[in-house]
């Protein structure tokens, strides 16, 4: 018996967690392990954080027994702490911790539901840039109606700038994200613009335009050309490419949206007596669309382009969220999508140098 246990630790995939930072605090961390604990027997944990206190709120939960090794970590990164003061002042912190866990190899992917500006700029500098990455960005899958449920949008705030160049490789990573985590094995790309037409746009838009349909043999992908916001949610690609300014305006804009459509039909249902006789009439189908649009089920912003995967958590996740964001650490980890992303870019930076003026070969 004992031989099975150490055999399946073994082929445990491990996932290093920060515990802290986000605005639950740890015990919604620990219990979100517990849940991918208890869904996947495959999954192991480094957990970073106060070793005293992870280990009281670990000790309520049995199927963590044997699954989680805790890292003492004494100090916070707290939503308000400035990325630079973390860089040069977090060595003793749970996040700067959690990355150390990647970056020797113990664990496969970091997930952290803390400050995204101090962590962004930790995991910089803790796991480098990809040879032949200018920007790391921050990938999320939004709802869509698409046949997979959702579309791949980057970057969504790791650099408010991004040149022709930068969206090149952003559209390159984003291909590889949907490839490996969705299994899109020809993934379709778009460019967001403020038009489809090609004349539209600021200059960098279409230079980068030319230069990622010129790359899309390379990068295994179809590139679609201009979209507009509303191909965000739609079908017309699997993965919108922007930079980070636009990205993350349009991500909080169709969060606080969700948010208000949400309210307004409570109000709406609580209106009459009717009204509150058709909201039960409707709760299967309201509970079918909360569970379609529901954030908690997407949880994670992936961190693209450096020498490692790195999840970014929302800071309010529950355990739920939490949860999910372990899943999509999990099946990153398990499709070898570092690897297969480091390649990918390198493939293409290659390209560049072996024939820097001949478009015609990267077509």
């Given amino acids: 018996m004992q031989d099975s246990l150490t055999s399946s630790a073994k082929r445990r995939t491990i996932i290093s967690v920060d515990a802290m930072g986000g605005d639950r605090g740890p015990a919604a961390v620990v219990a979100g392990i517990a849940l991918s604990a208890k869904e996947n027997p495959d999954i192991g944990f480094i957990l970073h954080g106060p070793k005293d206190e992870l280990e009281r709120l670990m000790a309520r939960k049995k199927v963590l027994e044997g699954r989680v090794e805790v890292r003492h970590a004494s100090g916070i990164v707290t939503m308000d702490d400035k990325p630079s003061h973390i860089v040069r002042h977090g060595r003793e912190t749970s996040m700067w911790s959690a990355l150390e866990s990647v970056r020797s190899g113990e664990a496969a992917v970091c997930v952290s539901c803390g400050n995204t500006g101090a962590l962004m700029a930790l995991s910089m500098l803790r796991l480098r840039k990809l040879e032949g990455v200018n920007r790391p960005a921050i990938a999320v899958l ?20 991004a040149d022709e160049h930068d969206l090149l490789q952003y559209a390159l990573m984003g291909a590889s994200y949907a ?75 169709g969060e606080g949206t969700a948010k208000l459509i949400g309210d307004l039909l409570k109000e709406a249902f609580k209106f009459s007596p009717l009204s509150r006789l058709a909201s039960v009439l409707a709760y299967t189908s309201m509970q079918r669309l909360k569970k379609r649009i529901d954030p908690r089920r997407v949880n994670g912003g992936v961190f693209l382009g450096l020498n490692g995967t790195v999840v970014k958590s929302h800071g309010s996740a ?8 372990v899943k999509l650490a999990f099946q990153l980890a398990h499709s070898g999508f570092a690897e297969r992303l480091a390649a990918r870019v390198a493939l293409v930076e290659q390209s560049k140098a072996d024939a820097p003026t001949d478009k015609g070969t990267t077509a």
């Fill in 318 to 325: 529950d355990a739920t969220g939490v949860s999910a964001a």
């Fill in 142 to 161: 939004w709802p869509s109606r698409n046949p997979q449920g959702f579309n791949v949008m980057l970057d969504v705030g790791a650099d408010i700038r």
């Fill in 179 to 253: 490839r490996n985590g969705m299994q899109l094995e020809i993934p379709r790309v778009g460019l967001l613009n403020v038009g489809t037409e090609e004349h539209k746009g600021r200059a960098e838009l279409k230079l980068a335009h030319d230069l990622i349909a010129q790359n899309a043999e390379r990068g295994k992908y179809r590139f679609v050309g201009f979209v507009e916001g509303g191909d965000i949610p739609g079908d017309t690609a699997d993965v919108i490419v922007t930079d980070g300014f636009t990205g993350n305006t349009a991500l909080k804009t």
